[in-house]
């Protein structure tokens, strides 16, 4: 074992560019996380959706007209 081991621990310009890499890779995964959540959000916002849009009748117009064959008089 050298007797200067450990020391490279001490070396503040090594330790820096570690810390630097080590905050670059989690930069990077953060930002792949991100990219794969707005495309996620951005699929499911684009997906045509029926419900969102009410109708001319408070949202109801799926329902039944049991009275759509009478005269109108009930």
Same mark, same amino acid.
């Given at each position: 074992?050298?007797?200067?081991?450990? $020391? $490279?621990?001490q +070396?503040?310009?090594? #330790?820096?560019r =570690?810390?630097?890499? =080590?905050?670059?890779?989690? *930069?990077? #995964? %953060?930002?792949?996380q991100?990219?794969?959540?707005?495309?996620?959000?951005? #699929?499911? +916002?684009?997906?045509? *959706?029926?419900? %969102?849009? %009410? !109708?001319?009748? !408070?949202?109801? =117009?799926?329902? %039944?007209? *049991?009275?759509? /064959? /009478?005269? !109108? =008089?009930?």
């Amino acid at each position: 074992m050298s007797s200067n081991s450990g $020391t $490279t621990a001490q +070396d503040g310009s090594w #330790k820096s560019r =570690e810390q630097g890499a =080590e905050a670059q890779y989690a *930069r990077d #995964k %953060e930002q792949q996380q991100l990219a794969a959540l707005a495309a996620d959000i951005k #699929k499911r +916002d684009s997906a045509p *959706r029926n419900d %969102e849009i %009410e !109708g001319g009748y !408070g949202g109801q =117009e799926s329902l %039944e007209d *049991r009275y759509a /064959t /009478t005269s !109108g =008089e009930h």
